[in-house]
Protein backbone atom coordinates (compact mmCIF):
# COMPACT_ATOMS: atom_id res chain seq x y z
CA UNK A 1 0.00 0.00 0.00
CA UNK A 2 1.63 3.29 -1.25
CA UNK A 3 1.16 5.54 1.85
CA UNK A 4 1.10 9.79 1.66
CA UNK A 5 2.72 11.42 4.68
CA UNK A 6 0.95 15.20 4.91
CA UNK A 7 3.18 16.92 8.05
CA UNK A 8 1.81 20.38 8.96
CA UNK A 9 4.14 20.02 11.90
CA UNK A 10 7.53 21.73 12.46
CA UNK A 11 10.43 19.20 10.15
CA UNK A 12 11.87 18.62 13.89
CA UNK A 13 9.10 17.78 15.67
CA UNK A 14 8.00 14.88 12.89
CA UNK A 15 10.52 13.60 12.59
CA UNK A 16 10.54 10.45 14.35
CA UNK A 17 6.81 10.13 13.87
CA UNK A 18 7.72 10.12 9.70
CA UNK A 19 10.49 7.45 10.17
CA UNK A 20 7.90 5.32 11.98
CA UNK A 21 5.57 5.74 8.94
CA UNK A 22 7.91 5.72 6.24
CA UNK A 23 9.72 2.01 7.64
CA UNK A 24 5.74 0.20 7.41
CA UNK A 25 5.17 1.16 4.12
CA UNK A 26 7.03 -0.02 0.99
CA UNK A 27 6.14 3.39 -1.50
CA UNK A 28 5.94 6.16 0.51
CA UNK A 29 6.17 10.09 -0.13
CA UNK A 30 6.80 13.28 2.81
CA UNK A 31 4.90 16.40 1.90
CA UNK A 32 5.96 19.27 4.39
CA UNK A 33 3.66 22.01 4.55
CA UNK A 34 5.31 24.65 5.76
CA UNK A 35 7.33 25.80 2.69
CA UNK A 36 3.74 25.63 0.81
CA UNK A 37 2.35 28.51 2.37
CA UNK A 38 -1.26 27.18 2.60
CA UNK A 39 -4.01 29.92 3.23
CA UNK A 40 -7.40 28.98 4.72
CA UNK A 41 -10.25 28.05 2.25
CA UNK A 42 -12.19 31.79 1.77
CA UNK A 43 -15.16 29.82 0.92
CA UNK A 44 -15.32 31.45 -2.73
CA UNK A 45 -16.95 28.28 -4.15
CA UNK A 46 -14.89 28.63 -7.61
CA UNK A 47 -13.91 24.54 -7.10
CA UNK A 48 -17.70 24.16 -7.33
CA UNK A 49 -18.66 26.82 -10.02
CA UNK A 50 -16.41 28.57 -11.82
CA UNK A 51 -13.34 26.41 -12.42
CA UNK A 52 -14.33 22.87 -11.21
CA UNK A 53 -11.87 20.71 -8.91
CA UNK A 54 -9.13 23.66 -9.01
CA UNK A 55 -9.24 25.45 -6.14
CA UNK A 56 -9.26 29.70 -6.60
CA UNK A 57 -6.25 30.44 -4.64
CA UNK A 58 -2.59 30.09 -5.79
CA UNK A 59 -0.59 28.32 -3.50
CA UNK A 60 1.31 25.11 -3.05
CA UNK A 61 -2.16 22.83 -2.17
CA UNK A 62 -2.46 21.71 -5.91
CA UNK A 63 0.32 19.68 -5.06
CA UNK A 64 -1.21 18.17 -2.16
CA UNK A 65 -4.89 17.80 -4.52
CA UNK A 66 -2.86 15.55 -6.79
CA UNK A 67 -0.72 13.56 -4.63
CA UNK A 68 -4.49 12.23 -2.29
CA UNK A 69 -5.41 10.65 -5.63
CA UNK A 70 -1.85 9.22 -6.23
CA UNK A 71 -1.71 7.48 -2.98
CA UNK A 72 -3.53 4.25 -1.32
CA UNK A 73 -3.33 6.30 2.29
CA UNK A 74 -2.98 9.61 3.57
CA UNK A 75 -1.80 10.01 7.07
CA UNK A 76 -1.54 13.94 8.64
CA UNK A 77 0.92 14.81 11.18
CA UNK A 78 -1.10 17.79 12.99
CA UNK A 79 -0.71 19.99 16.12
CA UNK A 80 -3.33 20.63 18.52
CA UNK A 81 -4.96 23.57 19.79
CA UNK A 82 -8.48 24.15 22.14
CA UNK A 83 -8.68 20.38 22.48
CA UNK A 84 -9.11 19.60 18.33
CA UNK A 85 -6.59 20.14 15.79
CA UNK A 86 -4.61 23.21 15.14
CA UNK A 87 -5.81 25.72 12.49
CA UNK A 88 -2.81 24.48 9.52
CA UNK A 89 -4.70 21.02 9.89
CA UNK A 90 -8.54 22.79 9.71
CA UNK A 91 -7.35 24.69 6.96
CA UNK A 92 -6.24 21.65 5.07
CA UNK A 93 -8.88 19.92 5.35
CA UNK A 94 -11.46 22.90 4.61
CA UNK A 95 -9.74 22.91 1.46
CA UNK A 96 -10.88 19.10 0.67
CA UNK A 97 -13.34 20.93 -1.44
CA UNK A 98 -12.57 20.30 -4.96
CA UNK A 99 -12.39 16.68 -4.55
CA UNK A 100 -16.09 17.09 -4.15
CA UNK A 101 -18.56 18.03 -6.82
CA UNK A 102 -21.36 20.41 -5.92
CA UNK A 103 -24.15 18.50 -6.64
CA UNK A 104 -25.07 16.12 -3.91
CA UNK A 105 -27.29 13.64 -3.51
CA UNK A 106 -28.36 10.92 -0.31
CA UNK A 107 -26.45 8.48 1.29
CA UNK A 108 -27.46 6.61 4.11
CA UNK A 109 -30.12 9.08 4.81
CA UNK A 110 -28.32 12.42 4.82
CA UNK A 111 -27.38 14.55 2.00
CA UNK A 112 -23.66 14.35 0.29
CA UNK A 113 -22.08 15.95 -1.57
CA UNK A 114 -20.90 13.79 -4.93
CA UNK A 115 -17.35 12.73 -5.17
CA UNK A 116 -15.90 14.37 -7.81
CA UNK A 117 -12.64 11.20 -8.50
CA UNK A 118 -13.50 7.56 -8.35
CA UNK A 119 -11.59 7.11 -5.38
CA UNK A 120 -11.96 5.85 -1.96
CA UNK A 121 -9.84 7.48 -0.04
CA UNK A 122 -8.53 6.70 3.02
CA UNK A 123 -7.35 9.09 5.60
CA UNK A 124 -5.22 9.39 8.88
CA UNK A 125 -4.58 11.65 11.80
CA UNK A 126 -1.84 11.79 14.23
CA UNK A 127 -1.86 14.42 16.45
CA UNK A 128 0.85 16.14 18.74
CA UNK A 129 -0.29 17.90 21.85
CA UNK A 130 -3.40 17.77 24.05
CA UNK A 131 -6.80 16.95 22.37
CA UNK A 132 -9.79 15.26 22.64
CA UNK A 133 -8.81 11.82 20.84
CA UNK A 134 -12.63 10.53 20.64
CA UNK A 135 -13.85 13.99 19.54
CA UNK A 136 -11.12 13.53 16.72
CA UNK A 137 -11.92 10.44 16.18
CA UNK A 138 -15.52 11.16 15.40
CA UNK A 139 -14.83 13.71 13.00
CA UNK A 140 -12.08 11.76 10.99
CA UNK A 141 -15.37 9.69 10.80
CA UNK A 142 -17.47 12.80 9.29
CA UNK A 143 -15.40 14.19 7.19
CA UNK A 144 -14.31 11.13 5.66
CA UNK A 145 -17.91 10.15 4.97
CA UNK A 146 -18.43 13.63 3.16
CA UNK A 147 -15.37 12.46 0.82
CA UNK A 148 -16.92 8.99 0.08
CA UNK A 149 -14.27 7.48 2.21
CA UNK A 150 -12.70 5.72 4.96
CA UNK A 151 -11.00 7.09 8.18
CA UNK A 152 -7.89 5.26 9.22
CA UNK A 153 -8.70 6.96 13.24
CA UNK A 154 -6.54 9.32 15.15
CA UNK A 155 -3.70 8.61 17.13
CA UNK A 156 -1.40 10.40 19.26
CA UNK A 157 2.16 11.08 18.31
CA UNK A 158 3.42 8.70 20.61
CA UNK A 159 1.77 5.76 19.08
CA UNK A 160 3.03 5.71 15.32
CA UNK A 161 4.89 3.17 15.39
CA UNK A 162 1.66 0.90 16.21
CA UNK A 163 -1.06 3.54 14.84
CA UNK A 164 -3.42 2.17 11.84
CA UNK A 165 -2.57 -1.22 12.21
CA UNK A 166 -5.25 -2.36 9.61
CA UNK A 167 -3.32 -0.26 7.01
CA UNK A 168 0.22 -0.19 7.38
CA UNK B 1 -27.53 44.24 27.67
CA UNK B 2 -24.59 44.69 25.17
CA UNK B 3 -23.30 41.74 22.78
CA UNK B 4 -20.14 41.27 20.98
CA UNK B 5 -20.57 39.14 18.09
CA UNK B 6 -17.97 37.70 15.73
CA UNK B 7 -18.75 36.65 12.49
CA UNK B 8 -16.24 33.19 11.79
CA UNK B 9 -17.03 33.25 8.43
CA UNK B 10 -13.61 33.22 5.95
CA UNK B 11 -15.70 35.12 2.85
CA UNK B 12 -15.70 38.69 2.91
CA UNK B 13 -18.51 40.72 4.88
CA UNK B 14 -20.07 41.62 1.34
CA UNK B 15 -20.89 38.28 0.20
CA UNK B 16 -21.22 36.19 3.35
CA UNK B 17 -24.05 34.53 4.50
CA UNK B 18 -23.39 34.64 7.99
CA UNK B 19 -22.83 38.51 8.13
CA UNK B 20 -26.48 38.76 6.44
CA UNK B 21 -27.93 36.25 9.19
CA UNK B 22 -25.96 38.17 11.69
CA UNK B 23 -27.89 41.25 10.92
CA UNK B 24 -31.19 40.06 10.63
CA UNK B 25 -30.74 38.62 14.01
CA UNK B 26 -29.03 41.78 15.73
CA UNK B 27 -32.57 43.41 14.18
CA UNK B 28 -34.57 41.57 16.69
CA UNK B 29 -31.44 41.87 19.46
CA UNK B 30 -31.81 45.70 19.48
CA UNK B 31 -36.18 45.70 19.23
CA UNK B 32 -36.22 45.88 22.81
CA UNK B 33 -33.10 48.25 23.75
CA UNK B 34 -30.15 45.97 24.09
CA UNK B 35 -27.35 46.66 22.05
CA UNK B 36 -24.88 45.17 19.81
CA UNK B 37 -21.05 45.20 17.88
CA UNK B 38 -19.57 43.00 15.14
CA UNK B 39 -16.20 41.98 14.01
CA UNK B 40 -16.02 39.94 10.78
CA UNK B 41 -12.82 37.99 10.85
CA UNK B 42 -12.45 37.80 6.94
CA UNK B 43 -10.80 40.62 7.50
CA UNK B 44 -7.50 40.53 9.12
CA UNK B 45 -7.58 43.65 10.40
CA UNK B 46 -10.39 43.09 12.85
CA UNK B 47 -8.81 40.82 14.87
CA UNK B 48 -7.16 42.97 17.10
CA UNK B 49 -10.42 45.00 17.67
CA UNK B 50 -12.13 41.56 18.33
CA UNK B 51 -9.91 39.92 20.45
CA UNK B 52 -9.99 43.48 22.55
CA UNK B 53 -14.21 43.02 22.24
CA UNK B 54 -13.72 39.07 23.75
CA UNK B 55 -11.83 40.27 26.77
CA UNK B 56 -13.85 43.06 27.64
CA UNK B 57 -17.37 41.25 26.93
CA UNK B 58 -18.80 38.91 29.14
CA UNK B 59 -21.45 38.22 26.24
CA UNK B 60 -20.50 37.08 23.16
CA UNK B 61 -22.58 35.38 20.28
CA UNK B 62 -19.89 33.69 17.47
CA UNK B 63 -21.62 32.97 13.80
CA UNK B 64 -20.34 30.52 11.80
CA UNK B 65 -20.87 28.35 8.65
CA UNK B 66 -20.38 24.60 9.03
CA UNK B 67 -16.96 23.98 7.42
CA UNK B 68 -16.37 20.24 7.42
CA UNK B 69 -17.50 19.20 10.38
CA UNK B 70 -16.55 22.18 12.42
CA UNK B 71 -15.25 25.50 12.80
CA UNK B 72 -13.69 27.09 10.03
CA UNK B 73 -9.87 27.44 9.66
CA UNK B 74 -9.72 31.47 10.16
CA UNK B 75 -11.89 30.98 13.27
CA UNK B 76 -10.28 28.44 14.94
CA UNK B 77 -6.70 30.13 14.16
CA UNK B 78 -8.34 33.63 16.26
CA UNK B 79 -9.52 31.47 19.28
CA UNK B 80 -6.69 29.56 19.77
CA UNK B 81 -4.60 32.77 19.75
CA UNK B 82 -7.27 34.48 22.60
CA UNK B 83 -6.27 34.65 26.20
CA UNK B 84 -8.40 32.35 28.00
CA UNK B 85 -10.61 34.37 31.02
CA UNK B 86 -9.51 33.95 34.42
CA UNK B 87 -12.51 35.15 36.20
CA UNK B 88 -16.26 33.71 35.53
CA UNK B 89 -19.02 35.34 34.47
CA UNK B 90 -18.57 35.14 30.46
CA UNK B 91 -20.93 33.37 28.48
CA UNK B 92 -20.51 32.18 24.58
CA UNK B 93 -23.36 31.23 22.72
CA UNK B 94 -22.84 30.42 18.91
CA UNK B 95 -25.12 30.35 15.46
CA UNK B 96 -24.06 27.43 13.25
CA UNK B 97 -25.41 27.61 9.65
CA UNK B 98 -24.65 25.17 6.92
CA UNK B 99 -25.66 24.43 3.56
CA UNK B 100 -27.33 20.98 3.70
CA UNK B 101 -30.85 20.76 4.64
CA UNK B 102 -31.13 18.59 7.93
CA UNK B 103 -29.91 19.85 11.26
CA UNK B 104 -28.07 16.32 11.88
CA UNK B 105 -25.30 17.56 9.60
CA UNK B 106 -24.19 20.03 12.36
CA UNK B 107 -24.53 17.79 15.33
CA UNK B 108 -20.41 17.05 15.40
CA UNK B 109 -20.16 20.67 15.02
CA UNK B 110 -22.10 21.21 18.17
CA UNK B 111 -20.28 18.66 19.94
CA UNK B 112 -17.46 20.31 19.88
CA UNK B 113 -19.05 24.09 20.49
CA UNK B 114 -20.40 22.66 23.59
CA UNK B 115 -17.25 22.21 25.52
CA UNK B 116 -15.06 25.05 23.56
CA UNK B 117 -16.74 28.09 25.86
CA UNK B 118 -14.70 26.27 28.71
CA UNK B 119 -11.39 25.86 27.06
CA UNK B 120 -11.71 30.21 27.23
CA UNK B 121 -12.41 30.14 30.59
CA UNK B 122 -15.83 31.17 29.47
CA UNK B 123 -19.73 29.34 30.11
CA UNK B 124 -21.58 27.70 26.93
CA UNK B 125 -25.38 29.12 26.20
CA UNK B 126 -26.12 27.22 23.41
CA UNK B 127 -25.95 26.42 19.47
CA UNK B 128 -28.45 27.79 17.14
CA UNK B 129 -28.24 25.08 13.58
CA UNK B 130 -30.00 26.20 10.61
CA UNK B 131 -29.39 24.66 7.78
CA UNK B 132 -30.07 24.97 3.86
CA UNK B 133 -28.46 28.26 3.54
CA UNK B 134 -26.04 27.88 0.32
CA UNK B 135 -28.60 29.58 -1.73
CA UNK B 136 -28.40 32.68 0.56
CA UNK B 137 -26.59 34.97 -1.32
CA UNK B 138 -28.05 34.27 -4.74
CA UNK B 139 -31.32 35.22 -3.99
CA UNK B 140 -33.45 38.61 -4.50
CA UNK B 141 -34.25 40.55 -1.64
CA UNK B 142 -38.15 39.83 -1.27
CA UNK B 143 -36.62 35.88 -1.09
CA UNK B 144 -33.67 36.51 0.78
CA UNK B 145 -35.88 38.30 3.57
CA UNK B 146 -38.04 35.47 3.99
CA UNK B 147 -35.46 33.03 4.82
CA UNK B 148 -33.92 35.62 7.01
CA UNK B 149 -36.96 36.59 9.47
CA UNK B 150 -36.53 33.53 11.66
CA UNK B 151 -33.48 35.10 12.71
CA UNK B 152 -34.63 38.03 13.48
CA UNK B 153 -37.37 36.18 15.67
CA UNK B 154 -34.22 34.53 17.33
CA UNK B 155 -32.63 37.50 17.79
CA UNK B 156 -35.53 38.83 19.82
CA UNK B 157 -35.61 35.63 22.20
CA UNK B 158 -31.90 35.96 22.90
CA UNK B 159 -32.10 38.98 23.84
CA UNK B 160 -34.94 37.75 26.04
CA UNK B 161 -33.46 34.65 27.29
CA UNK B 162 -29.47 34.72 26.49
CA UNK B 163 -29.11 31.64 25.47
CA UNK B 164 -30.41 29.09 23.00
CA UNK B 165 -32.45 26.52 24.98
CA UNK B 166 -31.81 22.95 23.35
CA UNK B 167 -36.19 22.43 22.68
CA UNK B 168 -35.91 26.12 21.18
CA UNK B 169 -32.95 25.08 18.90
CA UNK B 170 -34.68 22.17 17.71
CA UNK B 171 -37.61 23.73 16.42
CA UNK B 172 -36.00 26.60 15.04
CA UNK B 173 -33.55 23.99 13.41
CA UNK B 174 -35.94 21.86 11.19
CA UNK B 175 -35.63 18.65 10.26
CA UNK B 176 -33.02 16.71 12.02
CA UNK B 177 -33.17 14.20 8.95
CA UNK B 178 -35.09 14.51 5.85
CA UNK B 179 -38.50 12.34 5.52
CA UNK B 180 -38.61 9.02 3.45
CA UNK B 181 -40.52 11.53 0.95
CA UNK B 182 -38.39 14.38 0.96
CA UNK B 183 -35.57 11.31 -0.08
CA UNK B 184 -37.73 9.89 -2.86
CA UNK B 185 -37.89 13.07 -4.19
CA UNK B 186 -34.43 13.70 -4.00
CA UNK B 187 -33.48 10.43 -5.60
CA UNK B 188 -36.52 11.54 -8.34
CA UNK B 189 -35.60 15.48 -9.51
CA UNK B 190 -32.83 16.10 -7.41
CA UNK B 191 -30.10 15.87 -10.26
CA UNK B 192 -32.05 17.40 -12.99
CA UNK B 193 -32.83 20.31 -10.99
CA UNK B 194 -29.27 20.72 -9.42
CA UNK B 195 -27.84 20.22 -13.39
CA UNK B 196 -30.40 23.13 -14.40
CA UNK B 197 -30.09 25.22 -11.67
CA UNK B 198 -26.25 25.03 -10.86
CA UNK B 199 -25.15 25.04 -14.31
CA UNK B 200 -27.21 28.75 -14.66
CA UNK B 201 -24.66 29.85 -11.54
CA UNK B 202 -21.69 28.39 -13.11
CA UNK B 203 -21.92 29.95 -16.56
CA UNK B 204 -22.74 33.21 -14.93
CA UNK B 205 -19.89 33.06 -13.36
CA UNK B 206 -17.91 32.42 -16.58
CA UNK B 207 -17.74 28.75 -16.12
CA UNK B 208 -17.25 26.69 -19.83
CA UNK B 209 -16.58 22.94 -18.61
CA UNK B 210 -18.71 20.44 -16.72
CA UNK B 211 -19.16 21.20 -13.26
CA UNK B 212 -18.24 17.15 -12.63
CA UNK B 213 -14.93 17.78 -14.34
CA UNK B 214 -11.52 15.72 -13.28
CA UNK B 215 -8.76 18.37 -13.84
CA UNK B 216 -6.41 15.98 -11.53
CA UNK B 217 -7.70 12.24 -13.10
CA UNK B 218 -4.85 9.64 -12.33
CA UNK B 219 -7.26 7.23 -14.46
CA UNK B 220 -8.62 6.37 -10.75
Keep these: MSLLIVNTLPEDRAREAVRSLTARSAHSRVIHTGPLNIHPCVGCNFCWLKTPGRCSIQDGYEELLKAYLTYDAAIFLAGTALDFVDHRMKDLVDRLLPLATMYTHIVDGQCRHVPRYEKKYRFGLLYDGEADRDYLDLWMDRVMLNLGGVSLGAYPMEQAKEAFPCTL | ?220
Design chain 2, 1 to 220: MHLVIINGAARPQSRSNTAKIIAAFRMGYEESGSTSEVWHLSDRAQWAGAAQAFAASDNILIALPLYVENVPGILLEFLAGLEPKTTPGTQIAFLVQGGFPEASQSRCCEKYLEKLPELLGCAYAGTLIKGDMFGLRLMDEKEGQELLRPFTRMGRHFADTHRFEKETVAAFAGPEYLSAKECRMFRLFGRPVQRLFMGRMAKKLGCTGPLDARPYSTGN
